[in-house]
């Protein structure tokens, strides 16, 4: 396996659930982290827990022009960074399509497809130029199971996971390699988020269950970013212990 502390790694939705988890399991093994959020205050937090290790950069991955001057920034500490986990993303309403708020539809696409996107155009390059990387999406189980409420998340997500087979397909043979992690029932902060801050319908997601945690998707992201470098491993997908797909539904 690689030895972690030969990782310098970028992760975007940092201040929170699995990015927050990501950022830790890296520094924590000695591997240098770009933490990247919206949230300033969440960034510098994470940032004290381990002096000189993890660099703060409050980023909105809906800019574009942001997230380039982000990474031409990076100090010299940084800059030659190994590993992109393009983790940020979020849900927004869980109501049928046809009543689905457009703003909420929108800012999926922005965040999960377009700010994704942007955030692979930005990072990508330097890591093929230096012949040493590894992209880490965060996809979900929504991107190959459909259910009621799911409608555009869902659809980000198989976007996501497409996206990365198609980024594979092109930077197969570069030294860059490309991994889509696909979690199941996991609490972070998701599910508040998909709520609008309502704690109490976000807790009953979980309630009675065990879902994974935001550091059992980390362990994943870990497990692929350290394999040997003549390993790929493209798709993980994991559910929780209590969980599974749905059958057909049929209406009479
Ligand atoms: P959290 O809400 O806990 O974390 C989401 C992160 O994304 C936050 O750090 C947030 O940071 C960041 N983010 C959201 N919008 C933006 C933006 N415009 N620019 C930069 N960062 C942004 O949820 P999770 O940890 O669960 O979510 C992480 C990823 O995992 C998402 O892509 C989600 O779709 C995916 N996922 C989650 C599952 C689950 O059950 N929890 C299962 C499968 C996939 P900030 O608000 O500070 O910018
Ligand atoms: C998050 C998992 O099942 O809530 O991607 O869509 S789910």
Redesign the pocket.
């Known amino acids: 396996a690689l030895d972690p502390k030969t990782l310098t790694v970028v992760v ?10 990501t950022v830790r399991r890296f520094a924590s093994a000695g591997s240098k982290v770009v933490a ?4 300033e205050d ?2 510098q937090a994470l940032a004290q827990e381990f002096p000189n290790l993890v660099l703060p950069v409050v ?4 800019d574009y022009a942001a997230t380039e001057a982000a990474f031409a920034a990076l100090p010299d500490a940084f800059k030659g960074y190994n590993v992109l986990c393009a ?5 927004l309403g869980l109501e049928p399509a046809q009543e689905a708020k457009i703003e909420d539809w929108q800012t999926m696409i ?3 497809i377009t ?1 994704l996107a942007y955030t692979v155009r930005a990072g990508l390059p330097g890591m093929v130029a230096r012949k040493e990387g590894h992209v880490v999406f ?5 991107g190959d199971y459909p259910y009621p409420g799911g409608n555009v ?1 869902g659809g ?2 198989a976007f ?1 996971k497409q996206f990365a087979l198609n980024v594979w397909a092109d930077v197969v043979g570069t030294g860059v390699r490309v991994t889509n ?13 998909r709520f609008r801050g309502d704690e109490a319908k976000a807790d009953k997601v979980y309630e009675g269950t065990a ?2 945690t ?1 550091e059992d ?1 980390a362990e994943q992201v870990f497990f692929a970013a350290t394999l040997p470098r003549h390993v790929v491993v493209l798709r993980i997908q994991a559910m929780a212990n209590q969980q599974s797909f749905s059958p057909f539904s049929i209406k009479r």
Not at 12 to 21: E, R
Not at 138 to 142: F, I, M, P, Y
């Open positions: 975007t939705g940092a201040t929170s659930g699995i990015g927050a988890a990247m959020g919206r949230r969440r960034l980023l909105d991955v809906r983790n940020a993303g979020l849900a922005d965040t999960n700010g965060t996809g979900s189980v929504a998340y980000t997500k996501v992690i696909e979690p199941g029932l996991t609490e972070t902060e998701f599910s508040v988020v879902p994974m935001g998707i």
